[in-house]
């Protein structure tokens, strides 16, 4: 989760909302990709941390599955992201803060664990939770 603020405080400096992600590999020992929030200077919608860093993972694996992968995220994935980590395969997802708002692994929704879909990755919530909150406060009080 350190290198997934790490990447939050890239987007910040880029005057992105800042969350950022890691892929962990199957064996949880090899970061395989991270990403950042990019939207804002990339001008790009789909530019958020979880969607950046899995495609640079599987770019990185050559295989659009990302089975036995974990993914470690600041903030809750909202459900485009959620969406994203169904079809990658990516088997666990780690986040920090919750978000109430949007988010779509345990809170708002909760499609990563949708028993319709054809797969449903580990969730595990709250790891590091008010370390992943603060920049986002601090970032939307700003405003």
């Known amino acids: 989760m350190r290198l997934a603020l790490d990447e939050a405080g890239l987007a910040l400096r880029g005057g992105d909302v800042p969350v950022g992600a890691v892929v962990l590999s199957a064996d949880g020992t ?5 990403g950042h929030n990019e939207r804002e200077a990339t001008g790009d919608p789909t530019a958020h941390a979880e969607v950046l860093a899995i495609r640079r993972a599987a770019a990185r ?11 470690v995220v600041t903030l809750e994935p909202c459900t485009m992201c959620a969406g994203a980590l169904v079809q990658a395969r990516v088997d666990r997802v ?10 779509a692994a345990g809170s ?8 319709r879909l054809n797969h449903r990755p580990e969730v ?7 370390e992943c909150a603060r920049p986002l406060t601090e970032f939307f009080r700003s405003r």
Request: charged residues 30%; negative net charge.
């Open 30 to 34: 090899t970061v395989l990709a991270t």
């Open 61 to 71: 694996t050559g295989e659009w599955r990302l089975t036995g992968c974990t993914l």
């Open 94 to 103: 780690v986040y920090g803060a919750r978000d109430e708002k949007a988010g």
């Open 108 to 115: 708002l929704w909760d499609v990563v664990r949708d028993r």
């Open 124 to 130: 595990v919530e709250g790891v590091l939770a008010e």
